[in-house]
Nanobody, 128 residues
């Protein structure tokens, strides 16, 4: 059973920072592509950031939505079972439920239905 558990959400003022964590259990995710998505009320789930799996032949790559480039940073631990999303300079429009996702491929995609495992989500609220 693959499980992803997010934590670190909360209420923060505009301009502030939060760090989200996604702990994976049940499997070793070193070779899995990992992504963060978010969904605001009344909107579709959207890609935020992704990080590729680990391989001796390929460099780990990161990807970001244009709306968060330069403000958010995705990373994964050396043990490869935790993924982080450091969010700086937060804006009210970043308010959403944030989901961690994993796919059984090293390659990251921006399409939600191409991910195989999902966490339960963590609420991020940015006040103006």
């Amino acid at each position: 059973q693959v499980q992803l558990v997010e934590s670190g959400g909360g209420l923060v003022q505009a301009g502030g920072s939060l760090r989200l964590s996604c702990a994976a259990s049940g499997r070793t995710f070193s070779r899995y592509g990992m992504g963060w998505f978010r969904q605001a009320p009344g909107k579709e789930r959207e890609f935020v950031a992704g990080i590729s799996g680990i391989s001796a032949w390929f460099t780990v790559e990161t990807y970001y939505a244009d709306s968060v480039k330069g403000r958010f940073t995705i990373s994964r631990t050396n043990g490869q079972n935790t993924v982080y999303l450091q969010m700086n300079s937060l804006k009210p429009e970043d308010t959403a439920v944030y989901f961690c996702a994993a796919r059984s491929s090293m390659v990251v995609t921006t399409t939600a239905n191409e991910y195989d495992y999902w966490g339960q989500g963590t609420q991020v609220t940015v006040s103006s």
